[in-house]
């Protein structure tokens, strides 16, 4: 069973925001929804350093713990999931999330928010697959076709990197053994005593 | 002189780093620079405080990598306020069953006089109910979205949890600024003769209210009554801050405000529940001839003599306002021992 994952290279990602781009015009999410963004670190400075953040589809999922309704699932590959059916939209979610992940339509008076929305890691919801309710309320279904997150397989620097975690860690191992990284650094000083 | 051997120590210094350097090859320039990644994923961790980046994504807190204080929200809801509540609950509702198996239904000593005696007008019975039917329904909505999860998605599965808690948030959300209005109008109504008065209140504290024995004496309202009175208002200004600025997420709020406001309201509204269990039960079951007094706004002579002899004493004196029943054919008040049925 997989265990699906994004991983963002910081000495990659160059803030192109094309990621963010992709992922509204792929799902066409409506306006003030933004399932994925880029953060920048340090702007202008030394050592500054981007990142694109969406849901991490975490294993122990803070969201789906707090949720009063229950509405997250995990699917088979690691993705969580929720149903737009069962979701009150109160907020809870995006309290407890690490990411700022879930993100909501309506911001108005009476705690109107409408029902949440988040990176679905181009897997759907609920619905049948391909079925237009299923596009409508989560967007494209990319991993019934066999392929990827479109934010990661069109990133153009190869910064942000979707799919299975043992897979994903290979590469980026082997990434930071050609960087020559802190690990290898604490190593030798330890041989220098 | 000097300047020699300051040179030949110097000198001596030099070769002995040589001589260790030689023994090891150096290492290859790259790995001895200090990685920049370091101080970068301290920072995105943000483990000395929230730190601010940018992003060209406007909205609240989208500017922030990581949310701090998501965690200890996360533990505070799943582990201390959904247990907690539960218990406190079922502690309250215990306590009040142990006191009904004890003392039993409380009635009138002297059973009913037959003699009505105005205690409550009707805008303060009005009041009274609108607070108390926005009350019930407010904190039925709120424990249902807060405990329903556990309780109620294995009654009525998950889509139909959904559709319960849907409409429990909409009234929830839409009664609450109501509720303001309505605590507000009975804060107003009712404060005059909840003032306390300190040595009497004590008394009456200190007879245990006479809830496990004789009667303690009391002016139109006990110390009891004015206790609830005024932790409702308190923690009720609580509940009511911190509900509307979880019911008006429009002033660009930050995750932490709301979690923090989340906490008082989950904490005061808890208080509230558990003491207003002992509030209705108090004012329903516990006491013969004690619900009628709010539903008509009339109280039993021997009632008010029994629970409020010093208030009882005034009216009587002052004349004010002593109505007969409408159902009783108008004893005059010299013929309290009427025949009226008790019970």
Redesign the interface.
């Known amino acids: 069973m997989a265990s699906m994952k994004f991983y963002c290279d910081?000495?990659r990602c160059i803030e192109c925001?094309a990621c963010?781009t992709a992922c509204k015009n792929e799902h066409d999410i409506p306006w003030?929804v933004?399932r994925r963004?880029?953060?920048?670190?340090?702007?202008g400075e030394q050592?500054e350093?981007s990142?694109s953040?969406a849901c991490m589809h975490c294993a122990d999922a803070?969201c789906a713990?707090?949720?009063?309704?229950?509405?997250f699932y995990t699917t088979g590959d690691g993705i969580v999931l929720h149903?737009k059916?069962?979701?009150?939209?109160?907020?809870?979610c995006?309290?407890?999330?690490?990411?700022?992940a879930p993100?909501f339509p309506e911001?108005?008076?009476?705690?109107?928010?409408g029902k949440m929305d988040k990176c679905t890691f181009c897997a759907g919801g609920p619905e049948d697959d391909h079925s237009s309710e299923e596009y409508k309320k989560y967007g494209r279904n990319r991993v019934s076709e066999g392929k990827l997150p479109l934010c990661a397989e069109m990133c153009a620097t190869k910064a942000l990197l979707a799919g299975d975690a043992d897979v994903l860690s290979d590469i980026y191992r082997k990434r930071v053994i050609n960087r020559?990284?802190?690990a290898?650094?604490w190593g030798?000083n330890q041989?220098?005593g | 002189m000097r300047i020699h051997t300051l040179l030949m120590m110097v000198c001596l210094l030099l070769s002995a780093f040589q001589l260790q350097a030689a023994d090891p090859p150096p290492p290859p320039a790259s790995l001895l620079s200090i990685n920049p990644g370091t101080d970068l994923w301290r920072e995105v961790r943000q483990r000395d405080g929230e730190i601010e980046g940018i992003s060209q994504v406007k909205s609240p807190g989208a500017n922030v990598l990581v949310n701090v204080s998501g965690q200890s929200w996360r533990e505070y809801r799943m582990q201390e306020l959904v247990p907690k509540a539960g218990a406190a609950i079922l502690i309250v509702l215990i306590i009040i069953a142990i006191f009904r198996l004890l003392r039993g239904r409380i009635m009138l000593e002297e059973g009913r006089s037959g003699v009505k005696i105005l205690r409550f007008t009707t805008s303060q019975r009005a009041a009274h109910w609108t607070t108390a039917i926005l009350f019930v329904t407010l904190g039925l909505t709120g424990l249902t979205l807060l405990l329903g999860r556990k309780f109620l998605i294995p009654v009525f599965g998950a889509e139909g949890f959904g559709s319960i808690a849907v409409a429990a948030k909409f009234l929830h959300d839409y009664l609450g600024p109501v509720f303001m209005l309505a605590l507000t109008w009975l804060f107003i109504l009712f404060v005059r003769d909840n003032i306390p008065s300190p040595k009497l209140d004590l008394q009456w504290l200190l007879k245990g209210g006479g809830l496990f024995g004789k009667h303690a004496s009391s002016g139109r309202y006990n110390a009891g009554e004015k206790l609830w009175f005024w932790l409702a208002s308190i923690v009720g200004l609580a509940v009511i801050i911190s509900g509307m600025v979880l019911d008006f997420p429009i002033f660009e709020q930050t995750r932490a405000t709301m979690e923090f406001y989340h906490w008082v309201h989950s904490v005061s509204a808890i208080i509230l529940i558990v003491v207003s269990f002992g509030h209705i039960y108090m004012g329903t079951a516990a006491l013969e001839a004690t619900f009628e007094v709010m539903k008509t706004g009339y109280c039993d002579a021997n009632w008010a003599k029994e629970h409020h002899d010093l208030w009882y004493e005034k009216v009587k004196d002052s004349g004010e306002p002593v109505a007969q029943t409408q159902a009783q054919a108008s004893p005059a008040p010299g013929q309290r021992e009427s025949t009226e049925p008790s019970g």
């Not at chain 1, 059916?85 to 809870?92: E, F, L, W």
């Not at chain 1, 995006?94 to 700022?100: M, S, V």
């Open positions: 910081a000495e925001n963010v003030g933004n963004r880029v953060v920048t670190i340090k702007d050592g350093r990142l953040v803070p713990a707090v949720c009063p309704v229950d509405c149903d059916d069962i979701c009150i939209g109160c907020g809870y995006f309290y407890a999330c690490p990411f700022g993100q911001s108005s008076a009476f705690s109107s928010r020559g990284a802190s290898f650094e030798v041989l220098k």
